[in-house]
């Protein structure tokens, strides 16, 4: 097949309504509609491509996201770096003005540059931006509206002195941060978006699981406050990444989306996983794509709506 690239539903119905009575998902960076469509795909790190013949590995995600239709943006939950040529598979696939939306994972925190690039790209202005992080993390934790949503970008080692040092946490700066800006949103939608999960869950199709006992944060008191926030405000998921392993599951009462990793043929562990998130009014659902171990043909393996 060379580098050639195939997207299927895999047998799968996708419920989907527009006002004419059919899905189609938004093909634009405007920010005016309730009904569209955005990605999340993470932990792509060092496996960007080009692969090698007969393999794909992020570069083959950006293909079948094109192909199924480029929706709005994507979020990238984590080790996302190097950051610039991630960008560069963007441009070529989707266009150099698509939006993209990352947030800083344990390896993209471990190396400077990697910081300095996620500072940098927030001082060109992050789009659609409704709030900076708290001090010290202005450019790496932030909130943006699109539609009717909100969605919040949690740097998980910012660590109330630096943005870029220490171990995954949520400490008391930054739950403040979260709290002040869950309180100032009036959008029906709420998304929040980190590297860690909540809890690390078996891998939906061969059950494995990683980072076992890791979390957004191991202080029990700052994690119960973390979850307190996010039912109190509704927020309708968090989206995470870290272990590799895709699941789409309640977790303490909170939608939890883990896009395992995006990394094509790279990582064997797992099948590389992108999800396409679904809103229309204040209805969302999540379709988990998955690649074949060659990374280079991507279906639908399950859809969810998330209620």
Not at 31 to 50: C, I, L, Y
Not at 109 to 114: F, M
Not at 200 to 226: A, C, I, Y
């Amino acid at each position: 097949m060379g580098n050639s690239l195939l997207v299927r539903l895999g047998g799968v119905v996708l419920v989907c309504w527009s006002l004419s009575g059919g899905w189609a998902p938004a093909q634009t960076n405007g920010a005016d509609t309730e009904a569209f469509t955005f990605f999340a795909a993470g932990d792509m790190r060092s496996f960007v491509g080009p692969a090698p013949a007969g393999k794909r590995y992020f570069d083959g995600v950006c293909e079948a996201v094109k192909a199924v239709g480029p929706g709005a943006f994507m979020l990238s939950p984590g080790d996302c770096s190097p950051p610039a040529p991630i960008r560069s598979n963007l441009d070529q696939y989707l266009g150099t003005n698509y939006l993209w939306y990352p947030v800083a994972g344990n390896h993209d925190a471990e190396k400077a540059d990697n910081m300095a690039w996620f500072r940098h790209w927030a001082a060109t202005g992050i789009p659609h931006l409704a709030r900076g992080g708290p001090p010290g993390a202005e450019a790496t934790t932030y909130s943006f509206n699109f539609g009717n949503c909100h969605f919040i970008a949690l740097n998980e080692y910012y660590n109330g002195r630096s943005d870029a040092v220490g171990k995954g946490d949520v400490p008391d700066p930054a739950l403040a941060w979260l709290k002040a800006d869950l309180a100032a949103t009036h959008q029906p939608l709420i998304w929040v978006f980190g590297h860690k999960p909540i809890e690390s869950l078996p891998d939906m199709d061969n059950g494995k699981v990683s980072h076992q006992g890791e979390s957004v944060t191991t202080n029990s008191t700052r994690l119960n406050l973390f979850i307190d926030l996010l039912k109190e405000h509704h927020v309708r998921a968090y989206i995470c990444g870290h272990t590799h392993k895709t699941s789409v599951a309640k977790v303490k009462g909170i939608w939890q989306a883990d896009s395992g990793h995006s990394r094509g043929g790279g990582d064997k562990t797992t099948p590389s996983t992108f999800l396409r998130f679904r809103v229309a009014g204040v209805r969302a659902w999540v379709d988990i794509y998955r690649a074949d171990p060659n990374g280079e043909h991507y279906e639908v393996k399950k859809t969810v709506e998330l209620d």
